[in-house]
């Protein structure tokens, strides 16, 4: 059992909870995430580790209502317990095993996408732990979906807040500012890392090709078992069949195919697209929505 000590709302359906999880905090990197259950019949949730804490053997989880489940997670309270948490999942950030001399040389340019900001979090705040200044754009619909804009402020070297309607910051999509701080400030940039909904992630990785800066993204594809075994969180990266779980969950942006990931996320919501992808896919399905023999 994993007590949850702080559950507090960030946003409109937008979550924030500190759990205690020891051996997830002693072994945890950023990049990586955890699978929480809330009891024994519970569905397994995947979820990015925002933050941790070490000594306290503590993580920290952000999550948004997308469904029954995550509805039912929002009613935990401080006190409450999960019955499981898994991890850490996944790779680890490269930029964790690289020689930090060599990083420090390096500018980073953050763009975060609505929750996509909690992911983007803990990877800020290594690099300001280990003195590093990086650039970070976080967007959102509106100014009320504007998640961890203090704590970010207090990590990033510059930060960026853009709103799609102009209620607060600057006024335009995360790709506009992009765009505006390459070729209006004359700002350059070595890498850029990107995480959000799956349509933003596509056309921010479209303009830092274009701008010619080197991206990174962390996908977000349906998971269910989170270890390379049922195959649901399989995606294309530069023709290959990776799995987010395992391989990833960061790619090179560039070499992922975007659509087809959408495509396969729309078609697992239904009996028959799922059917489909088992038609399509063959033996590298492995069952991947749970719900197929």
């Known amino acids: 059992m994993h007590k949850i000590l702080t559950a507090r709302k960030l946003a409109e359906n937008i979550f924030w909870m500190d759990v205690e999880a020891p051996y997830v905090a002693k072994n945890c990197h950023p990049g990586q995430f955890l699978i929480v259950k809330m009891d024994e019949k519970g569905e397994r949730i995947p979820l990015t580790i925002c933050d941790f804490d070490r000594e306290k053997g503590t ?136 995480i959000g909904p799956m349509i933003m992630m596509k056309f921010a990785c479209l303009t830092s090709k274009k701008l010619n800066i080197p991206t990174i993204v962390s996908l977000n594809p349906i998971m269910v078992d989170g270890t390379g075994m049922c195959g649901a969180c399989r995606v294309s990266v530069g023709g290959k069949v990776k799995f987010a779980c395992v391989d990833g969950p960061e790619f090179d942006g560039h070499l992922v195919d975007f659509d087809e990931a959408m495509k396969r996320q729309q078609m697992y919501k239904t009996e028959e697209g799922r059917a489909m992808l088992r038609l399509q896919e063959g033996d590298t399905h492995h069952g991947g929505c749970g719900n197929c023999s």
């Open 59 to 194: 993580v920290a989880i952000v999550f948004q209502i997308v469904g029954a489940s995550t509805k039912r997670m929002a009613e935990l309270k401080e006190g409450d317990f999960f019955q499981d948490v898994v991890g850490p999942l996944g790779c680890e950030s490269e930029f964790v095993e690289e020689d930090l001399e060599e990083l420090k040389k390096k500018k980073y340019l953050f763009v975060a996408g609505g929750v996509g900001t909690a992911p983007v979090y803990p990877q800020v705040k290594w690099f300001h732990e280990h003195g590093i200044d990086v650039d970070v754009i976080v967007g959102a619909k509106t100014k009320d979906l504007i998640i961890l804009e203090e704590e970010m402020k207090a990590v990033a070297g510059n930060l960026y807040i853009t709103t799609d309607d102009g209620s607060y910051g600057r006024h335009g999509l995360v790709t506009k500012v992009m765009e505006d701080l390459v070729q209006e400030e004359g700002k350059t940039y070595d890498v850029c890392v990107a």
